[in-house]
């Protein structure tokens, strides 16, 4: 279980690949066309390949996402290196916008890596000392499809950097949920440094920690449509359904559910249906789709 000040996390598999002949135009060429990518020629019967490698990598996950790295395997892939002039390993390129812009030969110590790769995120434009905002871009794309895990290593990585920052706090909480360890992701919540207690990012995450502890104790969606089509005045038993259906992830089916509660008595136990279409509406995103026709729905009920 990762804690707050803890090792930084392996490497993210987005930010260092290997790639062959097959992947290299993709993942080099066209990649390099929005982030700065730094191409290591290696072997495995290589000596000082070993030795720059993981260097090299380290210092590119330090970056945060201002720049990733390509490892090729030169037995593997000769074509590229000979179109590259790569007459010994190790050899490392940088390309940006689709070109070479820079390169070296030979392992180099820590201090000259780190300056080389500062280089090249400066001729890109980038910030060398930053680099959060990609890498929280790339923490939430491994969070939305299901490498929970390794979302939650690089927003740990990224709060050892800047610990109040409000996005990746709310992504921690919202990587813990989606592990089903909803303990630690309360734990992660109320430990959010006080001046970010109220930030929008963990109001929804707060959120969304509400609806994964429904979703523990959801009925079957079957037994409660059943009950609500019997009787389509048990509003308990609607309300019921709408948590349910979202905790099976039919958003959209619950927000309806909800708007039909709110329809037919708003006042209904103590405003139980609007105060759940907010939380619903403040764990998704923004401009979620089920989140804009939601509000305007409501909205429409609310002023007729």
Same mark, same amino acid.
């Given at each position: 279980m990762l804690e707050l000040g803890g090792q930084a996390p392996a490497p993210a598999k987005d930010l260092i690949k290997d790639v062959t002949e097959?992947?290299? %135009?993709?993942?080099?060429?066209? =990649?390099?066309?929005?982030? +700065?990518?730094?191409?290591?020629?290696?072997? +495995?019967?290589?000596? +000082?390949?070993?030795?720059? @490698?993981?260097? &090299?990598?380290?210092?590119?996950?330090?970056?945060?996402?201002?720049?990733? %790295?390509?490892?090729?395997?030169?037995?593997?892939?000769? %074509? #590229?290196?000979?179109?590259? =002039?790569?007459?010994?390993i190790p050899t490392v390129y940088a390309f940006y916008k689709g070109q070479p812009i820079d390169a070296f030969q030979g392992a180099l110590?820590?201090?000259?890596?780190?300056?080389?790769?500062?280089?090249? #995120?400066?001729?890109?434009?980038? $910030?060398?000392?930053?680099?959060?905002?990609?890498?929280?871009?790339?923490?939430?794309? %491994?969070?939305?499809?299901?490498?929970?895990?390794?979302?939650?290593?690089?927003?740990?990585?990224? &709060?050892?950097?800047?610990?109040?920052?409000? =996005?990746?706090? @709310?992504?921690?909480? =919202?990587?813990?949920?989606?592990? $089903?360890?909803?303990?630690?992701?309360?734990? #992660?919540?109320?430990?959010?440094p006080a001046d970010i207690s109220t930030a929008p990012e963990l109001d929804a995450a707060h959120a969304a920690l509400e609806l994964a502890k429904q979703a523990a104790n959801a009925g079957p969606v079957a037994e409660l449509s059943a009950a609500v089509d019997a009787d389509p005045a048990n509003l308990s038993a609607r309300f019921d359904l709408a948590q349910a259906l979202y905790a099976h992830g039919d958003a959209q089916g619950a927000v309806d559910q909800l708007l039909d509660i709110f329809r037919r008595d708003r006042e209904w136990n103590d405003g139980a249906a609007k105060t759940q279409l907010f939380t619903i509406f403040d764990a998704l995103k923004p401009n979620d789709p089920v989140v804009l026709n939601g509000r305007r729905k409501l909205s429409s009920l609310i002023f007729a």
């Open positions: 097959a992947d290299f %135009m993709a993942e080099v060429v066209d =990649r390099s066309q929005e982030v +700065p990518v730094i191409v290591d020629f290696w072997a +495995p019967w290589c000596g +000082p390949c070993k030795t720059l @490698g993981p260097a &090299l990598e380290q210092v590119v996950t330090e970056a945060r996402g201002a720049v990733v %790295m390509a490892k090729v395997n030169v037995d593997e892939s000769q %074509m #590229i290196a000979s179109q590259l =002039r790569v007459q010994s110590p820590a201090s000259e890596l780190k300056a080389f790769v500062d280089k090249v #995120i400066a001729a890109a434009g980038g $910030d060398a000392s930053g680099g959060l905002d990609a890498a929280i871009e790339a923490a939430e794309e %491994m969070l939305d499809q299901g490498a929970a895990s390794d979302s939650a290593q690089t927003f740990a990585a990224i &709060l050892e950097e800047d610990p109040a920052n409000a =996005r990746a706090y @709310g992504g921690f909480v =919202r990587a813990y949920i989606a592990l $089903d360890d909803l303990d630690q992701a309360e734990a #992660i919540l109320n430990g959010a």
